[in-house]
């Protein structure tokens, strides 16, 4: 009889939260912050998922579920699920961006004296471009210049269309391509910047270990930090690291990310 009670209960759930609630997040012209995690929790079932690189996201709910949308760069957004939402394929939701002031950090890792500033100030003028690239470990350019994407309309031999490049462009399927590029981007070099320092470097930092690479993505985002990564110049991201270390445990300290991220390890 328990045993018969017990499927019943679990058929009951599963009929309730066999639907799922299908979104794709945006953010208005901002889309270096898609690059940030964006954490989708059902809080009455008290289960979460996370964005993809592209906003998009999938998560079990039934009709009047409260959806809370967590993320280091946005204002954290709570949506109730409505019979209209759950019978739509796919629903937006837009998250605006969490506005923040840049406290002035001395810039003190490089050389040869340890400020910058004052190393670029004491410069001629036709010193500064070459001293300035020695110092901060700028990577040359690459290429001749010419985009690696395909044109949509080319004019070698005459005026001819690409077929595949205006099919991206009408599909979306070129800013996805984009995105997937910077996201895997991103992530390889988060990943060796992580293990340059080593995790203990972060956790010093008061940075909890599961939220480093969290951190870094928005270091990674919020300043162009990537052209050190691709030099393995990693010593020089440590001014932005000071820059942006107070901004995230302040932003870290006001947002449901810790409980979010203590809820997933569980799971």
Known sequence: MKKIFTIALLFCIASIYGQYFEGEIFIRDKSSLYLNQVYV?????????????????????????????????????????????????????????????????????????????????????????????????????????TSPEIPVLSFNQGLSFSVDSIFDLISGEKKKKERYYKYEKMNQGIKNLQDYFGDEYFTKLKIPKELIPNFLQFIYSSDNISIFLESNNYEATKVYIEKYLPIYLRRLQNSHLMQVTEDLKKE
């Open 41 to 145: 929790t059902n809080i009455n079932a008290h289960k979460s998922v996370l964005a993809n690189y592209n906003g998009e996201f999938k998560i079990a709910v039934k009709e009047g579920d409260l959806l809370r949308f967590t993320s280091i760069a946005t204002e954290r957004k709570d949506i109730e699920v409505t019979k209209e939402m759950l019978a739509r394929k796919k629903n937006f939701v837009e998250l605006q961006i969490a506005y923040y002031e840049i406290q002035e950090v001395i810039l003190s890792s490089f050389k040869p004296t340890g400020n910058l500033r004052r190393d670029v100030s004491m410069l001629k003028g036709s010193e500064k471009i070459f001293e300035l690239k020695k110092m901060i470990g700028l990577p040359e350019p690459k290429g001749d210049g």
